[in-house]
């Protein structure tokens, strides 16, 4: 397992300070935005936005180490959707978190297969 400490960002620069743009480690879907921070270091930038801001939004992957958000998330078991996904049907795309309004075969967003080769849902 990897432990990261906090989800994937970017730094947005900016004559206020940085911010700080957190992203889901399974979806890649943007899901938080920070204020402006300056720190001493980047690194105590880094970890005072994602303290403060951050880490509020996300899930932490006990089995991989992902940080998450709630949509790509199972609650059950403590796990991101890729160690442990769900049973029943899904309501959002395990790829891009798009919200799903019936069952398909596939996202009619980014067109992910939820199905293996079988029929059987691996998603």
Not at 23 to 38: E, F, K, M, Q, V
Request: aromatic share 12%; glycine share 8%; net charge negative.
């Amino acid at each position: 397992m990897v432990n990261k400490e906090t989800a994937a960002y970017k730094i947005i620069s900016a004559a206020d300070g940085n911010r700080y743009c957190f992203y889901c480690d399974l979806s890649g879907a943007a899901i938080c935005t920070t204020g402006p921070y300056r720190r001493q270091t980047p690194e105590a930038e880094l970890m005072a936005a994602w303290e403060t801001e951050g880490r509020s939004h996300f899930n932490h992957c006990k089995k991989c180490g992902k940080w998450v958000s709630d949509t790509m998330f199972n609650a059950d078991v403590l796990e991101c959707v890729a160690c442990t996904p769900w049973e029943s049907d899904l309501n959002y795309c395990p790829q891009c978190g798009y919200k799903l309004d019936a069952v398909s075969p596939s996202c009619p967003n980014c067109g992910v297969s939820f199905f293996d080769e079988g029929g059987q849902n691996d998603a």
